[in-house]
């Protein structure tokens, strides 16, 4: 794909192959997928069956599951009874859990074939993933790149990284299977950029994209956005999931906004904003932040503009369907550029919240 303008984004996506993922189809030509990782232990099925509703109900439309003993292997049975999405199995190190969470209804795993051990229990995880015609993800991380790939490119690379990558794919075709997702991390956001252009240009298999290890919310939010940003918008990556330490549903507010910052998804209420000055006299920061809460769940698809001050406020909100300008413990409610009305400050919320309530009426 070639960086083109945003409303062609979509279009342009990489031709990677048809993957089905419970019933979410990835790559192909399929909208970016957004997905999100549970925190909770996966034995503890109500914790995790919550947090997933929760996830499902920011957005989320795929979720992964840490699959570490036998037990929670066990528990994805249950917890694929309640939930709505797509259930992945992540696993390290023991096949056996891998084929235990693919008997109780994994809908795909995700697996390091590099630390599942020798090649007969690979052989024996993807035997089991063909019985049950599910997806593996093909996780590789520059964290454990093989020693010859370290020392063949005098380091940690992107082309060693990709090399990697793609030897365990071929190792899993030979194997006779390409039901497939790759993925390949790094900590260092341009050299998990530079791997993403590489990969795209050899692997026909759909495209897992996250920076791994990125941090806490804003360190995590500004990495997540550059990289995925970079990449996505170059047409390479079939599902998102923004890594942050912290809530998951934090992962999901990113990873929309992220996708519709790059005309990827539509739809939803943008909230935009003015960086307040010397003549805001109104607390539009609190202001602006009650804005965005209120309407996370309206589903309508315009812009909303919370501007601090009537000089400036009224044009620069002309472009969005609705907005507010404050004034002196007043403002004034704007729409498509023609002030409706003023109304006091501390009704301004509540004025936004009903107009957009009635907003086809
Ligand atoms: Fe300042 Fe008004 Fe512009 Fe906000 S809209 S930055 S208050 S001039």
């Known amino acids: 794909g070639q960086m083109k303008g945003k409303k062609e984004n979509v279009m342009t996506r990489n031709e990677t192959k048809q993957i089905r993922i419970g019933d979410v189809w990835i790559g192909g030509g399929n909208k970016v997928a957004i997905q999100s990782m549970t925190n909770t232990k996966t034995e503890d099925v109500k914790s995790t069956v919550d947090q997933i509703h929760r996830l499902e109900k920011a957005g989320c439309e795929i979720i992964r599951c840490a699959v570490p003993t036998m037990e929670a292997a066990q528990a994805l049975k249950e917890i694929k009874r309640q939930i709505h999405i797509p259930l992945v199995a992540d696993i390290h190190f023991d096949y056996r859990l891998a084929i235990a969470a693919i008997e109780n209804g994994a809908d795909k795993i995700r ?18 993933a063909k019985e049950f015609q599910i997806p593996i993800r093909v996780g590789v991380n520059s964290g454990s790149l093989e020693k010859p790939l370290v020392e063949k490119y005098g380091g940690v690379t992107a082309e060693g990284i990709v090399e990697s990558a793609m030897d365990k794919v071929h190792m899993i075709e030979e194997m006779g299977y390409d039901n497939l997702v790759v993925s390949i991390k790094s900590s260092d956001v341009l050299m998990c950029v530079k791997a993403h252009e590489e990969i795209a240009k050899v692997c026909p298999y759909p495209l897992h994209v996250g920076i791994t290890e990125s941090g806490t919310l804003l360190s995590g ?133 009903w107009e957009l309530m009635h907003w086809n009426d």
């Open 111 to 128: 697996i390091n074939p590099g630390n599942i051990g020798s090649k007969d229990r690979v052989q024996a995880v993807i035997d089991k």
């Open 221 to 353: 939010n500004i990495k997540s956005a550059v990289g995925l940003g970079i990449i996505l918008n170059q047409g390479i990556g079939d599902t998102i999931r923004v890594s942050l330490t912290g809530d998951p549903a934090e992962e999901i507010k990113s990873a929309k906004l992220i996708l519709r910052t790059l005309g990827l998804r539509k739809g939803g209420i943008e909230v935009v904003s003015c960086p307040t000055c010397g003549r805001t006299k109104i607390d539009l920061i609190g202001l602006a932040n009650q804005v965005e809460n209120m309407v996370a769940d309206i589903p309508l698809d315009l812009k909303v503009a919370v501007m601090g001050c009537v000089v400036n406020g009224p044009g620069e909100a002309r472009e969005a369907d609705i907005g507010i300008a404050g004034g002196i413990g007043e403002g004034l409610l704007i729409k498509k550029g023609q002030v409706v009305k003023k109304v006091k400050e501390e009704e301004l919320l509540d004025t936004l919240r």
